[in-house]
């Protein structure tokens, strides 16, 4: 039996993780792509007059068993893949683009399509009914409905090729980023890393068989955690150019050939699909509507934001000097002096602040204990679940009322099967439809301590649970009666916008005494630290925002080519330089937060689409001040933002969402003050 092809018995449709082998994706993709095509048949070719009931609601009926094996395997691959998964994925990535486009392009179903569309007003449709009328016939639209027959059989072979690239670029990302680590040859050269970074850096070059050195792996990210602490300038200088390097130094990863191809084609297909540029044609789709709407929010924050950085580097130029040292600051030193300097002006040091962030309670007693007192929602750990990796925890939740909600699945310390970065991720999206309830994970990247050691978690990694757990609520609280509109299924520039309000609570009060206790002692985080803390949300924005930005400008540059514009694969770094120079952004002290060759968002989904944290702290920031005004952390509150907002997925428009939680449409001046981008 595959384990894969019928409904999970387990609770909440968990799928069988202990029973699922790899061998059992590719036959049930197979099944679930034939049952899918001759479920959309019978719809397409139904001699009845097309109506809601017999072409709409019976396509959201349509492939539930591809879907389920698809949501399985996708989050499989990003949280804990090996070889013959990723094999799995290369030979399916083309199957899949050819199967969505041959539905997709289908002109009978979407002749059926477009009169239930033409006919909508008439239907006496209820909200959510029109709504799905209205976004299938725009993503049948959008994906080539209208074209001839002889542009549908180009768009189908961009597709299978564009898939293919997709595919390879993450997998060239993965597998340099593990194979990707700095070897240490002496301890003496580790100074400044604390007792336990050390371990387990000896840890990880055993497991490399490199008895008696040290390693340091790679993260995802252009800066990486160990130059905040090494003293061995040499060292830190090695770390830097190796993470810049990746993707463009030649050899079986490199990415500059696909991020040239993947461009051209994307550029190509927008022109074919009747839109200018391929950011022109993802941001049609979204809150923003036109490029030309991003480049003025981007063009208004970045003079701010580098002002503030070069006002950041002269003060780390002063420590230097204040050192007796006589070098310029250079890209690799920022991390190591940032914190220096802040230990000087704040008397405050990461490494004082981690004992207090043990990375179990400041789940169960910080995230959890936020959203029971704003939701009444309370958490029971399931360790009789499955799960596809034994660092995973699995939670029930529960609503206020006590009836049984969801599941939320924690995973969180980084391993060579996982991809970079943090994110959430859904294994059951919530629907009334078929009467399923949400199974979420949200996953990140810690590093995992020596057997019997907690885990500390940096100030960042703290704002990450919180973040990510944002996420995790949209999904948790969707009441939604399609798929189509469940949880997260909104806008890139909009789905951000829950998961940054609930970094609010990180720092609360009343939240934060509850969680920021001692691992060791159990007391809690004295009042002149968390003062600090506190005091230091302004410190080194001028670097983030700048950094984030910087990734933002090559992302919607290099989207916005026309097909002939796109740079050849020995070209794209000097596009990369050339974009952030003609943008103001060019800072030789601080890096894009990604290059472009190892720039997973935007070639996994947010390509031209990662502008949206920033338009989505927009909204943020704003809906911060309402709950301030409002009494903060109360069951009144939350009610009131899970019925407006959390509740909703995509079921109803993001600015009419806003509007009803708020009062209003978002103003932008809470953002400049947070970022410190005010003239003052």
Known sequence: MNPLIPESTLPFGLPPFDQIRDEHFLPAFEQGMEEHRAEVRVVASDPEPATFENT?????????????????FSNLVGAHTNDELEAIRTELAPKLAAHSDEIMLDGELFGRLEEVYEARHGLELSGEDLRLVERYYKSFVRAGARLSEEDKARLKKMNAELAQLQTRYSQNVLKEVNASFVVVDTVEELAGLSDAAIRSAAEAAGERELEGKYVIPLMNTTGQPALASLENRALRERIMEASRARGSRGGEYDNRDIVSRVAKLRAERARLLGYENHAAYVLDDQMALTPEAVNQRLAKLTPPAVRNAMREAEGLRQMIEADGQDFELRVWDWPFYREKLRRAEYAFDEAAIRPYFEMWRVLEEGVFFAASRLFGITFEQRADLPTYHPDVRVYEVRDADGEALALFLADFWARPSKRGGAWMNSYVRQSKLFGDRPVIGNHMNATKPPAGEPTLLTLSEVRTMFHEFGHALH???????????????????????????????????????????????????????????????????????????????????????????????????????????????????????????????????????????????????????????????????????????????????????????????????PLLERRGLTAA
């Open 56 to 72: 709409l609601a019976a396509l959201e009926r349509s492939g539930r068993m591809l879907k389920r094996v698809r949501l399985v």
């Open 475 to 669: 999904g948790l609280f969707s009441d939604v009666t399609y798929p189509f509109f469940s949880g997260t299924r909104v806008p890139r520039d909009f789905v951000e916008f829950p998961s940054q309000v609930f970094e609010m609570w990180m720092v609360w009060p009343e939240v934060l005494e509850r969680y920021a206790t001692h691992h060791e002692t159990g007391e809690a985080m004295p009042q002149a630290l968390i003062d600090k803390v506190l005091a230091l949300r302004l410190f080194d924005q001028g670097y983030r925002t700048t950094e984030y930005l910087a990734a933002c400008l090559v992302d919607q540059a290099l989207h916005q080519l026309a097909p002939d514009e796109v740079p050849e694969p020995d070209e794209v770094m000097a596009f990369e330089a050339d974009t952030l120079e003609a943008a103001g952004a060019a800072l030789a002290e601080v890096p894009p937060r990604y290059r472009v060759t190892y720039f997973s968002h935007i070639f996994g989904g947010y390509d031209a689409g990662y502008y949206a944290y920033i338009w989505a702290e927009v909204l943020d920031a704003d809906a911060v001040e309402w709950f301030k005004e409002n009494g903060g952390l109360t069951r009144e509150n939350g009610e009131h933002y899970r019925r407006t907002v959390l509740s909703r997925g995509g079921s109803v428009d993001e600015p009419t969402q806003y509007r009803e939680f708020r009062g209003r449409d978002a103003r932008v001046e």
